[in-house]
Structure formats: C-alpha cells, structure tokens
C-alpha cells in the first residue's frame, strides 16, 4: 500500500508560480513512474507531467515550457514547479504512481487575479 500526500497548492495571480510537492511513503517510489495530474471542475482528470524511474520526463502540451517534474528516490518525493501560471491551470493537482490504484487526496491550485 502506497500513502501519497500532495502539498504545495494555493492561489496565486496569472504569471505566478507554485511547487507542488507530493510525499510517497508505504512502497517502493523508486520503482514507479509518477505523473502529475489534475482535474478542473467539470472535466476529466488530465496527465500534465510524467516522469520515468530513470528520470525521463513528458508533458502535455498545455504545460510545456512552463511546467517541470522532478523526482527524489531517497527521499521518496515527486515535485512539479510550476511557472507562467495561468487561469486555466486551475484545478486540483494529484499525483500518482503510473500503472497502480494509488492517489492521494490532492492539493487545490487556483489562479485568479
């Protein structure tokens, strides 16, 4: 059983930034893929950014260029900063180990002037 806790979210003015954080704890992070995710109200719950066990990394196009993921095996962390914020990246931002049931209960990002 995986335990996962998002932290980092709030409201921030467009062009903004924000670090999300999320805290793995109960399994072996450093086998898994992690993705960063979220969903606005209304909408299905998107992929914005993936990173490999070996640290290769992907992102949806609507983030590129603005988003990052990173990943920190020893401490058991995956992080996502997040620039050049806009008001549609508003959601609640999770993260999840790819291919496994597991979720955390997720942290709110609004972007709003």
């Known amino acids: 059983q995986v335990h996962l806790v998002e932290s980092g979210g709030g409201l921030v003015q467009p062009g903004g930034s924000l670090r999300l954080s999320c805290a793995a704890s109960g399994g072996m992070f450093s086998f898994y893929d992690m993705g960063w995710y979220r969903q606005a109200p209304g909408k299905q719950r998107e992929l914005v950014a993936h990173i490999t066990t070996g640290g290769r990394t992907n992102y949806a196009d609507s983030v590129k260029g603005r988003f990052s993921i990173s990943r920190d095996n020893a401490k058991n962390t995956a992080d996502l900063q997040m620039n050049s914020l806009k008001p549609e990246d508003t959601a609640v931002y999770y993260c999840?180990?790819?291919?496994?049931?597991?979720w955390g209960q997720g942290t709110q990002v609004t972007v709003s002037s």
């Open positions: 999840h180990p790819l291919y496994t049931d597991y």
